[in-house]
């Protein structure tokens, strides 16, 4: 079973950095079978995606291009999210998620509803 533990969420000022965490445990086979992304839910709105990652690339949602960086460590089978320039806006619950693939991951889905595993999640509140 899947497992993902997020961590380095916090309280931050507007143009100020956090760089987030996801441990994960218990892939089946390659790490890469599984497409990787970080997606947030700010209060009282829907998931949405921030950025994922497979062997084909990453993708960043426009409103955190230049700002944000996904980076994926296979030795140490961690995901982070390194948040730079950070906006009042960006204040949300971040969630690490995995989606797995018959063989390896080249190209990760956008949308939160391709994927099946997901961490706890963890608070990011950025003020002005």
């Known amino acids: 079973q899947v497992q993902l533990v997020e961590s380095g969420g916090g309280s931050v000022q507007a143009g100020g950095s956090l760089r987030l965490s996801c441990a994960t445990s218990g892939y089946t086979g390659s790490p890469y079978r599984y497409c990787m992304g970080w997606f947030r839910q700010p209060p009282g709105k829907e998931r949405e995606g921030v950025a994922t990652i497979a062997i084909g690339g990453t993708y960043y949602t426009d409103s955190v291009k230049g700002r944000f960086t996904i980076i994926r460590d296979s030795a140490k089978n961690t995901l982070y999210l390194q948040m730079d320039s950070l906006k009042p806006e960006d204040t949300a619950m971040y969630y690490c998620?995995?989606?797995?693939?018959?063989?390896?991951?080249?190209?990760?889905?956008?949308?939160?509803?391709?994927?099946?595993?997901w961490g706890q999640g963890t608070q990011v509140t950025v003020s002005s």
């Open positions: 998620a995995a989606h797995d693939v018959p063989g390896d991951c080249y190209m990760a889905p956008r949308g939160p509803e391709n994927y099946n595993y």
